[in-house]
């Protein structure tokens, strides 16, 4: 039986493709490694990129939180001053409600007294006091006795005038040479004390805090 001889050019074939399959699998094998090693370097990017991202926003939120919470004593001050505001406003409001409709008010007394104040703050001994002329019936001899008496002075010469234009409860106080004038009629009065009375009524309802004396301050 003959012997099944390779010819030289069938031998050269053969080393040539195991030579090409050779360098195919170690292209193969480079190629899984280098693919492994793209995956695990763009696992490892994106998990940076993750962690920046979260380390960002948890930056951003505490960024917001201090600005909110710096921010809430002054907002928390505005809104509380805000409210003790429209509260005042409303005793305001309410006080001359009451004035106007002179509700549960000695009126007559009321003159009485208001005259007297202002007389005793003034100069001289002769007065006109004016009043709405729908209040001048109220108003006589006795009024101006009293006046006298509460200011201590029986020496006064004093005058009811009625003011036919006025509708604004209270009275005005002019001397003799009708020079000096004090307003005591009731909304002007109101608006006069209301800057102390609102500090008072704030004070005594606990709506600000009383300020403590600084060093070197009077008792």
């Known amino acids: ?21 050779r ?3 170690r292209a193969l094998q480079r190629a899984r490694k280098e693919a492994g090693g793209i995956a695990e370097a763009a696992a490892a990017e994106l998990e940076a990129w993750r962690t920046t991202q979260l380390d960002l926003a948890q930056t951003e939120a505490q960024r917001r939180t201090d600005r909110v919470l710096a921010s809430l004593p002054v907002e928390t001050g505005r809104m509380r001053a805000n409210r003790i505001e429209s509260l005042l406003q409303s005793i305001h409001d309410e006080a001359r409600q009451r004035l106007d409709s002179r509700d549960g008010l000695d009126y007559r007394q009321a003159l009485v007294n208001l005259a007297a104040e202002a007389i005793r703050g003034m100069a001289g001994t002769r007065f006109v006091i004016t009043v709405p002329s729908a209040d001048l019936p109220l108003l006589g001899d006795g ?6 008496k509460w200011t201590g002075r029986p020496d006064l010469e004093l005058e009811w005038v009625g003011d036919p234009e006025s509708r604004d409860a209270g009275l005005l106080v002019r001397g003799s040479g009708g ?16 800057p102390a009375l609102r500090r008072e009524i704030a004070l005594r309802t606990v709506l600000v805090e009383p300020q403590e004396p600084k060093k070197g301050d009077m008792p």
Do not use: G, K, T
Not at 143 to 148: L, N
């Open 143 to 148: 009024e101006i006795e009293a006046i006298r």
């Open 1 to 21: 039986m003959a012997e099944n001889i390779q010819q030289p050019q069938d031998v050269l074939r053969e080393e040539i493709l195991a030579d090409a399959q």
């Open 23 to 25: 360098q195919a699998e």
């Open 179 to 194: 020079e000096e004038v004090w307003d005591n009629r009731f909304f002007q009065r109101l608006e006069r004390l209301w």
